[in-house]
């Protein structure tokens, strides 16, 4: 693997229809605020666009990039991540909410891509799963030939 593969997610129609609905509630907020002069109303408005803001871009800004080194997930400016021989495993989890954990020697991590709801998670999954197996094959080493022993 040459150059790094940057996996992300496409929001689905399901996700955008939610954004629309708590946006439009959010607008509904704002104009009840300003016309009743209610300031209390405005500061919980803006707490509520502050906590939507960032909850659309987390998801614009998360990657799982995958290397010829290891495995890196990045949410916004924050990067979790191990090597290829550091993995053990990598289980998709099946709870409320479908995603895969890393589990490595010492640790483990959630990846934020493919992340439940993607249309393409299992693609991408078999993609990550992948890379880790060509990379545990290339790092056994090989038996010498009868050539390389001098046979």
């Given amino acids: 693997m040459n150059s790094p593969t940057r996996l992300t ?3 689905s129609a399901q996700a955008r229809w939610t954004y629309f609905a708590v946006l439009a509630f959010a607008a509904f907020m704002l104009v009840g605020a300003i016309t009743k002069g209610n300031t209390r109303g405005t500061a919980v408005f803006a707490v509520f666009l502050l ?3 960032s909850g659309a871009l987390s998801v614009r800004f998360t990657a799982t990039e995958i290397t ?3 495995l890196g997930c990045r949410r916004g400016p924050l990067l979790d991540g191990a090597t290829w021989a550091e993995i053990t495993d990598i289980a998709v989890v099946d709870g409320r909410v479908r ?3 890393v589990i490595t020697l010492e640790s483990e991590f ?3 891509v493919p992340m ?3 249309p393409d998670f299992d693609a991408k999954v078999e993609q990550i799963r992948a890379a880790w197996r060509a990379a545990r094959e290339a790092s056994v080493p090989q ?3 009868r050539a390389e022993r001098g046979d």
């Fill in 9 to 11: 997610t496409a929001v």
């Fill in 51 to 53: 906590l939507l803001l």
């Fill in 68 to 70: 010829a080194t290891g």
């Fill in 99 to 101: 995603h895969v954990r």
């Fill in 110 to 112: 959630k990846l934020r």
């Fill in 116 to 118: 439940h709801g993607d």
């Fill in 143 to 145: 038996p010498l030939t």
